[in-house]
């Protein structure tokens, strides 16, 4: 069991087909000491946690063979401010594509934008669908590995396309907010709170996080090449 966790399944032990996280052979310590030099927003650096995430498995019970969901915990650790920070500076940008969206739905009856926050979004669509009598069913659909198969350039690829319409106006200037505790971050002109963050430092923000996912298994470091991490703050956006 402990050489399927550590070694087949997240691709540690010589020809298992892994490509998803790299042994980098570096210590915990000298991937803090990278952080502290190199991370481009060193105030979102927590000097009091230095430790990186660790994975950990939750078992599939319902598969057959067993197989395993790994997460990362990210408490208390170097780059949590940091998440924090993406993560809000990604859901603004959620919303305004999906302000955008509701608009275009209310001009052409076409609806553009699938992501919901809430459960009720999907009652309600299932009520809509069965007033209507010519709606015979219904069909959803799951993907088995969504976190782990998104190939790191076309994700910062596409999500740099989806910030950039996001500040796509002279009112859109900084994606603004006073505390990493906020519940949300808005749009502004001006850089009037104590986090600021304009579409350049957006952009920087995201790809570093994705390009320099150090992550702990025991006491070996891996690095995540493809995907991103179920348990990291901004990976359900």
């Known amino acids: ?7 087949t399944e997240l691709g540690l032990l010589p020809n298992t ?10 210590l915990e310590t000298e991937v803090v000491d990278m952080v502290q030099d190199s991370f481009p927003f060193q105030y979102l650096v927590d000097n009091d946690n230095l430790k990186i995430p660790f994975i950990y498995p939750i078992p599939k019970l ?20 940091a998440q924090k920070a993406c993560t809000l500076i990604l859901k603004s940008v959620q919303n ?17 934008m699938w992501i919901t926050n809430n459960f ?8 809509s669908i069965n007033r209507n009598s010519s709606a015979h069913d219904t069909e959803s659909y799951d993907f088995s590995t969504l976190y782990t198969n998104l190939n790191h350039d076309s994700l910062i690829t596409n999500i740099n396309w989806c910030i950039d319409k996001a500040f796509n106006n002279h009112n859109r200037v900084f994606v603004t907010f006073h505390s990493l505790s906020s519940k949300s ?3 502004s002109t001006n850089p009037h709170n104590k986090f600021n963050f304009n579409i350049v430092d957006s952009k920087t923000l995201h790809t ?15 690095l995540q090449k493809i995907g991103v991490p179920i348990g990291d703050n901004q990976a359900p956006l």
Not at 1 to 7: D, K, P, R, T
């Open 1 to 7: 069991m402990v050489q399927y966790l550590n070694g």
């Open 17 to 26: 087909d892994n490509n998803t996280y790299v042994n980098t052979h570096l």
């Open 62 to 81: 319902h598969k057959s063979p067993i197989k395993f969901r790994f997460i990362v915990s990210g408490v208390n650790t170097i780059l949590k401010p």
């Open 96 to 112: 305004q594509h999906k302000f955008y969206c509701d608009l275009l739905y209310s001009f052409t009856g076409i609806k553009r």
């Open 120 to 127: 009720m979004d999907i009652i309600n669509s299932i009520e």
């Open 185 to 187: 971050a808005r749009f």
């Open 208 to 222: 570093w996080l994705v390009h320099n996912t150090y992550i702990k298994c025991g006491n070996i470091v891996l």
